[in-house]
């Protein structure tokens, strides 16, 4: 504590451009608010964000912690791939263990995170889930039936084929020529906010370049466009694995940078490899 009132030491960190402010909670002693989060994540009178990442004790006997997400916009949200990456480099750097496999609890569940010799980290994602009611999605029943896990979806009178995921997060991916020219801006908050996602959604827009390589720009519920997005590529991935587009191995190119996504089979943990790094330290008033 300080003449200015208590502050909180932060990591600012990024995974090809998804960025994070990193803060270690593990004592529980911060009590976070929505509007505190939003304040932290303006990028013009606060640190600047797309995730805050949390670090806490276990709540688990066979995880070493446990890890939140926070989104800009102070809401919670199970899952962000390219901050697991981070936090696996986060808890190393700062002593919290000297694991270079390790175990955390998130909202969705545990996952495995694999710290590599090069510095990347793989994160052991979870397996996809296709059903509708997991996702979560409302499945309407007068439109016509497509093959899973496409289905067809209504948007300001225009339908669109779009694929339907959970990883951690529910996801919708749709497939276009060129991401480029996609209308993200104009499509990602509709597809966000869209009635029949009551949890939202995460927006995807996949350009296949080959059966081992794609283009992705992801629209992430309560941020906005990213840089990239751990959990979207999965997403993508494994929809294209499904509705046999893709091979089980794909290099998924964002404008932050490359990821590799693997998926051996359809019951197993689909894996995503990746860079993390940390852009600077500091503290901040609570």
Same mark, same amino acid.
């Given at each position: 504590? *300080?003449?200015?009132?208590?502050? &909180?030491? !932060?990591?600012?960190?990024?995974?090809?451009?998804?960025?994070?402010?990193?803060?270690? *909670?593990?004592?529980?002693?911060?009590?976070?608010?929505?509007?505190?989060?939003?304040?932290?994540?303006?990028?013009?009178?606060?640190? @600047?964000?797309?995730?805050?990442l =949390?670090?806490?004790?276990?709540?688990?006997?066979d995880?070493? !912690?446990d890890?939140?997400?926070?989104?800009?916009?102070?809401g919670? &949200?199970?899952?962000?791939?390219?901050?697991? $990456?981070?936090?696996?480099?986060?808890?190393?750097?700062?002593?919290?263990?000297?694991?270079?496999?390790?175990?955390? *609890?998130?909202?969705?569940?545990?996952?495995?995170?694999r710290? #590599?010799?090069?510095?990347?980290v793989?994160?052991?994602? @979870?397996?996809?889930? !296709?059903?509708?009611?997991? &996702?979560?999605?409302?499945?309407?029943?007068?439109?016509?039936?497509?093959?899973?896990?496409?289905?067809?979806?209504?948007?300001?009178?225009?339908?669109?084929?779009?694929? &339907?995921?959970?990883?951690?997060?529910?996801?919708?991916?749709?497939?276009?020529?060129?991401?480029?020219?996609a209308?993200?801006?104009?499509?990602?908050?509709?597809l966000?906010?869209?009635?029949?996602?009551?949890? $939202?959604?995460?927006? @995807?827009?996949?350009?296949?370049?080959?059966?081992?390589?794609?283009?992705l720009?992801? !629209?992430?519920?309560?941020?906005?466009?990213? $840089?990239?997005? @751990?959990?979207?590529?999965?997403?993508?991935?494994?929809?294209?694995?499904?509705?046999?587009?893709?091979?089980?191995? =794909?290099?998924?190119? #964002?404008?932050?940078g490359?990821?590799? =996504?693997?998926?051996?089979?359809?019951?197993?943990?689909?894996?995503?490899?990746?860079?993390?790094?940390? =852009?600077?330290?500091?503290?901040?008033r609570?």
């Amino acid at each position: 504590m *300080n003449s200015l009132g208590p502050s &909180v030491a !932060f990591t600012k960190m990024h995974g090809l451009g998804n960025d994070f402010m990193v803060i270690d *909670n593990s004592d529980g002693v911060l009590a976070l608010s929505s509007a505190r989060i939003r304040a932290w994540a303006d990028r013009r009178t606060g640190i @600047g964000f797309d995730q805050l990442l =949390v670090v806490q004790a276990p709540t688990r006997a066979d995880c070493e !912690f446990d890890y939140r997400i926070h989104n800009a916009d102070g809401g919670e &949200v199970e899952h962000c791939g390219n901050g697991a $990456r981070c936090f696996a480099r986060f808890v190393r750097d700062r002593g919290l263990t000297d694991s270079t496999r390790i175990r955390v *609890n998130t909202a969705a569940g545990p996952i495995v995170l694999r710290v #590599l010799d090069d510095g990347q980290v793989t994160v052991d994602m @979870g397996v996809p889930v !296709f059903e509708p009611e997991r &996702v979560p999605f409302t499945v309407d029943r007068q439109l016509r039936h497509l093959p899973p896990p496409l289905h067809e979806l209504e948007v300001q009178g225009e339908s669109l084929q779009v694929g &339907v995921a959970a990883i951690g997060n529910p996801h919708v991916v749709l497939q276009v020529d060129d991401v480029d020219r996609a209308p993200v801006e104009r499509l990602g908050p509709l597809l966000e906010s869209h009635p029949r996602f009551p949890a $939202r959604v995460n927006a @995807g827009f996949l350009q296949v370049l080959s059966r081992q390589a794609v283009r992705l720009r992801v !629209f992430e519920r309560g941020v906005g466009e990213t $840089r990239a997005c @751990g959990t979207g590529a999965c997403a993508a991935v494994a929809v294209g694995i499904v509705s046999g587009a893709l091979d089980r191995q =794909v290099r998924v190119s #964002l404008s932050g940078g490359d990821l590799q =996504v693997a998926w051996p089979s359809i019951d197993a943990q689909i894996e995503m490899t990746g860079p993390c790094s940390t =852009v600077f330290e500091g503290r901040t008033r609570m």
